[in-house]
């Protein structure tokens, strides 16, 4: 092979190494490119999915975090003896919102949200599941210490939250009423919540006893 041929057939292998190594480095750079779309998406759904399971005002999870959190308890080999529900609702909210406006009624509601996470423990769990309503959903407890607890929460709010008023009369406490169920006397998560909400209507038709157990 002469010595012009052999030289050009280097020059030839020469610029199609150059080509591989550009088309190369293009393909990387698309790479890099796909790689952050693919992050930048699954932050986006990471945070959609946060959102669908988070109240917007409190930061608290919401009814479906917490129906989720009960499947998953009846799921658990042991099931779900042992725990303890509790559903909770402001009384009068609603005429509390009129009376004094939206903006204080959401400072109410972040305030028992804080009020309500300083009383739970790392394998208990809350949640705002309506406009007005809680539910706490405790580990390892029989009806004696939930009630107990429901007791303390509700001394908890009634001395702790109080919100100004220009009625001097009006004092300005928020009260709350409790239902509780436990779990053992419920085969399922829906009918855990509906001893629960039993419960709760029973409290808050008695104001004397804002704290009721089902089927106690």
Do not use: W
Not at 66 to 83: D, I
Not at 116 to 125: A, G, L, Q, S, Y
Request: glycine share 6%; with cysteine.
């Amino acid at each position: 092979q002469s010595l012009a041929a052999f030289l050009s057939e280097i020059d030839y292998l020469t610029a199609s190494l150059t080509t591989v190594l550009s088309a190369e480095m293009e393909i990387g750079a698309r790479l890099q490119d796909d790689i952050k779309t693919l992050e930048t998406l699954e932050r986006g759904i990471s945070a959609m999915q946060s959102a669908a399971v988070a109240d917007r005002i409190t930061g608290l999870p919401n009814r479906i975090a917490l129906n989720r959190t009960m499947a998953e308890l009846y799921e658990r080999e042991e099931g779900a003896a042992g725990s303890a529900l509790m559903m909770v609702d402001i009384d009068n909210f609603t005429e509390l919102n009129d009376k004094y406006g939206t903006q204080a009624g959401n400072k109410l509601l972040k305030k028992l949200a804080g009020l309500f996470r300083k009383c739970i423990k790392k394998n208990d769990f809350v949640a705002r599941t309506e406009a007005d309503e809680f539910a706490l959903l405790f580990s390892n407890v029989g009806m004696h210490d939930a009630i107990t607890i429901a007791e303390r929460l509700r001394a908890s709010v009634e001395d702790n939250l109080v919100f100004a008023t220009s009625d001097k009369a009006d004092p300005g406490r928020l009260t709350i009423s409790i239902g509780v169920a436990l779990s053992a006397d419920a085969a399922t998560p829906g009918q855990l919540q509906a001893n629960a909400r039993v419960a709760l209507l029973a409290a808050q038709s008695n104001p004397r006893q804002p704290v009721q157990a089902f089927g106690r």
